[in-house]
T-cell receptor, first 111, second 114 residues
Framework: TQLLEQSPQFLSIQEGENLTVYCNSS?????LQWYRQEPGEGPVLLVT?????EVKKLKRLTFQFGDARKDSSLHITAAQPGDTGLYLC???????????FGKGTLLTVNP | DVKVTQSSRYLVKRTGEKVFLECVQD?????MFWYRQDPGLGLRLIYF???????EKGDIPEGYSVSREKKERFSLILESASTNQTSMYLC?????????????FGPGTRLTVT
């Protein structure tokens, strides 16, 4: 059972465009994290959201946690080629040690 | 900054060989994890350790074992490598189960079993 569904799976856009990727679940999470993974490297944490309705901004990236803590979105403004990578969302539930990962959105930003 | 290092970036082994993948973290984290990442399947948890000498099976432990003798080091062992274990292996660590859930990943080991 895939508890976290990410969409779209692939996204190819031109430099300067805006985009949104989604992370959805039927389960409630205590917190949700977004990671970016570049080819041949491990994922790097971008942000953690913990409160329903929370919005966090990281330069051109805006992260939102749904009010019910079941979903999240990542919006990138004026995408740049350096934003290219695999974006992964991961949810934590209660005091469980484990994270549930989505399968990721592979973003390509063309110059 | 947290640093998680993995012993090899690329590894090629033959079917039936015993393979050791080493992971070291330098931030005194209690929890450590081993994942494999395959196209279309995402990250899947193989084993995790919440403290020294403690380990628990993840979602796909078959064919793997682990060892955590020291807090900073978590080893993944493929007892008899098979071609279906060709994959990207990622190690991660986390400070503690309470509060922060963030996991810090190593650069990965791309293992090919021929």
């Amino acid at each position: 059972t895939q508890l976290l569904e990410q969409s779209p799976q692939f996204l190819s856009i031109q430099e300067g465009e805006n985009l949104t990727v989604y992370c959805n679940s039927s389960s409630v999470f205590s917190s949700l994290q977004w990671y970016r993974q570049e080819p041949g490297e491990g994922p790097v944490l971008l942000v953690t959201v913990v409160t329903g309705g929370e919005v966090k901004k990281l330069k051109r990236l805006t992260f939102q946690f749904g009010d019910a803590r079941k979903d999240s979105s990542l919006h990138i403004t004026a995408a740049q080629p350096g934003d290219t990578g695999l974006y992964l969302c991961a949810g934590a539930r209660g005091s469980n040690y484990k994270l549930t990962f989505g399968k990721g959105t592979l973003l390509t930003v063309n110059p | 900054d947290v640093k998680v290092t993995q012993s090899s970036r690329y590894l090629v082994k033959r079917t039936g060989e015993k393979v050791f993948l080493e992971c070291v973290q330098d931030m005194d984290h209690e929890n450590m994890f081993w994942y494999r990442q395959d196209p279309g399947l995402g990250l899947r948890l193989i084993y995790f350790s919440y403290d020294v000498k403690m380990k628990e099976k993840g979602d796909i432990p078959e064919g793997y074992s682990v060892s955590r003798e020291k807090k900073e080091r978590f080893s993944l062992i493929l007892e008899s490598a098979s071609t279906n274990q060709t994959s990207m292996y990622l190690c991660a660590s986390r400070l503690a189960p309470q509060g922060s859930y963030e996991q810090y990943f190593g650069p990965g080991t791309r293992l090919t079993v021929t």
